[in-house]
């Protein structure tokens, strides 16, 4: 079991060993594995989870913003762990990456069994399948669904409905045999044979014993069950019914397995299975999930549509702008924008490492969204870090009546931190106190 920080370093090498500072070697036959993922190792553009690279002589693979868990060929296991402090911790970014997992929609893990796993020992694989075997004891408890199946058998009593020109054909010679069409009260029914192939899987990885066996109780119970052989069509064949909507927690868990454990990456000519997920997407999803709780009297919804940059084009508009974060509470709208990046609250001279074109994207926000209100209030929100735990002073558009917060959201204590809280969701007459640059 090996690790390595996200934006963290891969380098080739004589053996697979973790590096004090949270960069990673590996073996060539691992390291070669890994590169099976990418589409072509020199063209950085087709590769958003590694930016390839040689350094004196040796090859490096660069982790972009992406954090999940690799396995080789070999059973090499490589974590990739959020990194939100110049201390690499695997035990706690491994457990802040589960906790943020939760939030995230249609989320393979579940909250109520996180305490119980461990999630700062355990690998991340593992926990994948235990919650996704929790997940299916939860369904043989509550019981496994069953369907009618129209069935045609040549029996020796009449059954269901006698299929005449068939009976005449096969029996002709035999009066002693009935050919009849009957439906049988099946367990075979695609929505088990999807849970029944990623069972199978689960049974080949998992190398914890706990959910071996438990992997193996829950096959007996599906036994009678065909493990699928073409997920995508079973997966279209589910007919949605009462008798199964107990297993509604376990599926998104069982499409991730059945894809290969891969859902963002291709899977080359190797047998290399990846978990990973964009961690622009997981922070959006958690703070998202959070911000309600911290704000009750606001109304929170997320990817708001409904502007265009270009208003008309051809009778049509264009560049639709879709902010992250609308937050409503009567008349008055705050539009916000989620960004895994870190910054520095001591580095003005170079901006804070905001970017120029988050700033743009913000003020189209501003004058799109939020066109009749006074004062016209966006904002943008990091995550807390050691290099920025406090709210930076406003950026003022135009002096009292657009204004931009810069924001560091806590992912340990789960609340955006603010001055006080009034100041972004209040009138700012104050005046401005920074300047956009």
Not at 46 to 65: A, C, H, K, M, W
Not at 122 to 135: G, K, N, V, Y
Not at 200 to 212: F, G, K, Y
Not at 251 to 278: A, H, K, Y
């Amino acid at each position: 079991m090996f690790w390595v920080a996200e934006h963290g370093r891969i380098s080739r090498g004589n053996s697979d060993k973790n590096l004090d500072d949270g960069n990673l070697q590996l073996s060539t036959e691992n390291f070669d594995s890994i590169l099976t993922l990418l589409e072509d190792p020199t063209q950085p553009g087709l590769n958003p989870i590694f930016q390839y690279s040689r350094s004196y002589g040796r090859d490096l693979l660069t982790v972009q913003e992406y954090a999940g868990v690799i396995r080789t060929d070999s059973g090499c296991q490589i974590e990739i762990l959020p990194k939100i402090s110049r201390k690499a911790d695997p035990g706690s970014a491994r457990e802040l990456l589960v906790k943020m997992l939760i939030e995230l929609s249609e989320s393979p893990f579940r909250a109520g069994t996180l305490a119980d796993l461990h999630a700062h020992d355990m690998p991340l694989f593992e926990i994948l399948m235990r919650q996704f075997l929790e997940h299916v004891g939860d369904i043989v408890r509550k019981g496994i669904a069953r369907t009618y199946v129209s069935q045609q058998d040549n029996l020796i009593f009449l059954r269901g409905k006698l299929q005449l020109s068939e009976h005449i054909r096969r029996n002709v010679s035999d009066l002693s045999r009935l050919y009849c069409e009957f439906e049988e009260f099946e367990i075979d029914r695609p929505i088990n044979r999807l849970i029944k192939g990623a069972l199978e899987i689960v049974n080949r990885l998992s190398t914890d014993a706990i959910n071996q066996q438990r992997c193996r109780e829950l096959l007996y119970w599906f036994d009678r069950v065909t493990g699928t052989r073409d997920s995508n069509r079973d997966f279209r064949a589910v007919q949605q019914d009462r008798l199964i909507q107990h297993y509604a927690p376990a599926m998104p868990t069982c499409r991730l397995i059945l894809d290969g454990l891969n859902p963002l990456t291709r899977q080359g000519e190797s047998q290399v299975l990846s978990i990973l997920f964009p961690m622009s997407q997981l922070f959006e999803s958690y703070v998202s999930a959070k911000l309600g709780k911290q704000l009750p009297d606001w109304n929170v919804s997320t990817q708001v549509h409904g502007q265009s940059l270009i208003e008309k084009h051809q009778g049509e508009g264009m560049f639709k702008l879709i902010p992250d974060l609308k937050l409503r509470r009567g008349q008055e709208n705050v539009i916000a924008d989620t960004k895994w990046k870190l910054l520095d609250q001591n580095a003005r001279q170079k901006n804070y490492g905001i970017t120029q074109a988050d700033v743009y994207q913000l003020f189209a926000y501003s004058r799109k969204y939020l066109a009749n209100q006074e004062p016209r209030r966006v904002a943008l929100i990091y995550p807390r870090t050691d290099s920025f735990d406090k709210q930076l002073p406003p950026f003022w558009f135009q002096e009292n009546k657009e204004v931009l917060y810069v924001l560091p959201y806590d992912l340990e204590g789960d609340r955006l931190v603010m001055d006080e809280d009034y100041i972004l969701f209040e009138a700012a007459n104050s005046g401005p106190l920074s300047t956009v640059v």
